[in-house]
């Protein structure tokens, strides 16, 4: 047994907004839910969250039994892609604890214990709830995922679609944007401020010469709200600065900032020029080389 360990609010929903190609919330055994209607008035309204099935859905295909959860007030999550769960109680921590201990036993990996509990998830971020109870499979198809939160309620990343999605920048209070692709787009929020750094995504493009810039409109805009670093697909091009600036203003080396953006979003992946740019950037900051980024990792 791995033990347990506690989740912040943010990683869980990170989890929920991860997508490919359709939203992995899509995925046959991607996230499951199993809980009971009436456990303490948590599910499933109004209180649920966006994801996908039934609260009370028994978990697809891996034939795991669990204990009964209809007396805990508890909600547990099974993440395929973490291969752990996520007890998420209405009520004291050290109750959570000792249910989570139950579950123990059927993974390798730790058992995550959802930090505050369902009540804190739904404060940060209430925009997720709905009354919905089913989700038939096209509908997850179609799920629209939030941005990914890399700071909390400050610095979000995510891709052209979601920036140009007014409702997006309504429910994250976005007052800033930062354009790292060559489209140019329309900020919904008034009195935003909005950045745009035209670069394409290959080989020979320079965002190594734009970091500064970047960092410092970042930090500006962050007293007055939160900020959104977008790219094409919120793959290359936006990973890459959201890297830099952590380095520059988190103090972050690049492999902790790599490890970092890519537990935020699973699929991040910049190219071999712009690792080459993260390396040079980490060495003026720092006077020096800290990562190795010959390793695979990178």
């Not at 499933?44 to 209809?70: F, H, I, T």
């Not at 007055?224 to 988190?250: E, N």
Request: net charge positive.
């Amino acid at each position: 047994m791995a033990g347990l360990a506690l989740c912040e609010p943010g990683h869980l929903y990170n989890i929920l907004q991860q997508h490919r190609r359709v939203p992995r919330l899509a995925e046959p055994g991607y996230l499951c839910l199993l809980g009971e209607p009436g456990a303490g008035g948590l599910l499933p309204d109004p209180a649920c969250s966006r994801a996908p099935a039934p609260a009370w859905a028994a978990s697809r295909g891996n034939g795991m039994l669990v204990p009964s959860v209809s007396t805990t007030r508890a909600i547990l999550l099974q993440h395929a892609g973490l291969n752990s769960f996520l007890i998420s109680l209405d009520a004291e921590e050290g109750t959570a604890v000792q249910y989570a201990r139950s579950f123990e036993q059927f993974t390798r990996h730790p058992v995550l214990v959802l930090r505050g509990g369902y009540k804190r998830f739904s404060a940060c971020y209430h925009f997720l709830r709905t009354q919905k109870i089913l989700w038939m499979p096209q509908e997850l198809d179609n799920f629209q995922p939030y941005p990914v939160e890399i700071l909390p309620a400050k610095l979000y990343m995510g891709n052209f679609k979601q920036a140009c999605d007014q409702q997006i920048q309504k429910d994250l209070k976005i007052k800033a944007q930062v354009n790292i692709s060559e489209q140019p787009t329309t900020l919904f929020a008034e009195g935003g401020k909005y950045l745009h750094i035209s670069v394409p995504d290959s080989l020979e493009a320079d965002l190594f010469s734009t970091f500064g810039t970047i960092c410092h409109f970042i930090d500006a805009q962050l007293d007055r709200g939160a900020v959104l670093v977008f790219s094409s697909l919120g793959i290359s091009r936006s990973s890459t600065v959201t890297m830099a600036y952590l380095m520059h203003s988190c103090q972050f080396s690049l492999k902790r900032a790599w490890n970092y953006v890519l537990k935020c979003k699973t699929n991040m992946r910049p190219h071999r020029g712009f690792v080459k740019q993260l390396s040079d950037w980490e060495t003026q900051i720092y006077g020096t080389t800290i990562t190795d980024v010959s390793e695979p990792n990178y």
